[in-house]
């Protein structure tokens, strides 16, 4: 199964971020934390049901298990729809200016 594209989950996408280098579980949960800036606190229920989603979607792969830790990796089909992503929410963003101009009136 491949990745349908669409609207990303906030957890799939700093997911995705996170895994710009190559991480494990509890080094991924930090990651994510950091990443957002202290916004977002995954949970290791949640981020190893999305963690499995991801991989049967072809967007991260194993990169290593040494049998105590998995390693995880983004692969190229993940990297080009985390940017996907980025590019729609940057437009939603741009769509929203009008929030901004009837702030200045």
Known sequence: MTYSGGPMTEAMYYVLLALMRPN???QLMQAITE?????????PG???GVLSRMQK?????L????GRRKTYEITKEGEHALRLEYERL??????SSVLEE???G
Do not use: F, P, Q
């Open 24 to 26: 494990h579980g509890y």
């Open 35 to 43: 990443v957002s800036r202290g916004r977002l606190k995954m949970g």
């Open 46 to 48: 949640t981020l190893y």
């Open 57 to 61: 979607d072809g967007l991260i792969a």
């Open 63 to 66: 990169a290593n298990d040494d």
């Open 90 to 95: 940057k437009s939603l963003i741009i769509d």
């Open 102 to 104: 009837e702030n200045d």
